[in-house]
């Protein structure tokens, strides 16, 4: 029997790792493993427009930009993964997503990715790519790419859809 010790979360804070997240959490607390959250900041060029999801704009983020974001991923935990009986550990990394990613796992021994994905048409993958496509191709561990499920009318994912919408690659 496989033995799952570790799972990893990326969150980019969207309704994509919501959905993940109820997939990661059930794995870990099913293997009592500790779940791993990781949120990366993609440096931009300092004169790129724009800020990222938690309102900072980035180049190379200072401290206060960084320990607002390790405080934005906490908070993704405590809002979507409340009431974890099972260890969770928070990182916020900086560089290429999928990279970072892949390296993170490597060096925390993880044994499965839950990541969240658009499911787009392959086409579509091939011409546009995607940061869950990249982590399954550079990951040192299985990935399991969570599409956007079909939600019952209470807001929890549908059980019987679990086989049909979560695939385990690699």
Not at 2 to 5: E, F, L, S
């Given at each position: 029997m496989?033995?799952?010790?570790h799972v990893l979360l990326p969150t980019d804070y969207s309704n994509l790792a919501r959905n993940a997240a109820v997939y990661a959490r059930s794995l870990a607390e099913l293997y009592r493993a500790t779940l791993h959250?990781?949120?990366?900041?993609?440096?931009?060029?300092?004169?790129?427009?724009?800020?990222?999801?938690?309102?900072?704009?980035?180049?190379?983020?200072?401290?206060?930009?960084?320990a607002a974001v390790q405080e934005a991923t906490s908070r993704f935990v405590e809002d979507h993964l409340p009431d974890l009986a099972i260890p969770v550990v928070t990182r916020v990394l900086e560089g290429s997503p999928d990279i970072q990613i892949a390296r993170y796992a490597a060096g925390a021994s993880i044994d499965l990715i839950v990541i969240g994905t658009h499911a787009r048409g392959v086409v579509k993958r091939i011409f546009l790519g995607s940061t869950s496509k990249s982590v399954l191709e550079h990951a040192p561990c299985p990935v399991m790419m969570v599409p956007l499920a079909l939600v019952e009318s209470e807001g929890?994912?549908?059980r019987a859809a679990d086989a049909r919408h979560a695939e385990v690659l690699r």
């Open positions: 496989m033995r799952i010790r959250v990781v949120h990366v900041l993609e440096r931009v060029p300092a004169a790129a427009p724009g800020p990222d999801v938690t309102g900072l704009a980035l180049g190379v983020p200072g401290p206060e930009a960084l929890t994912p549908d």
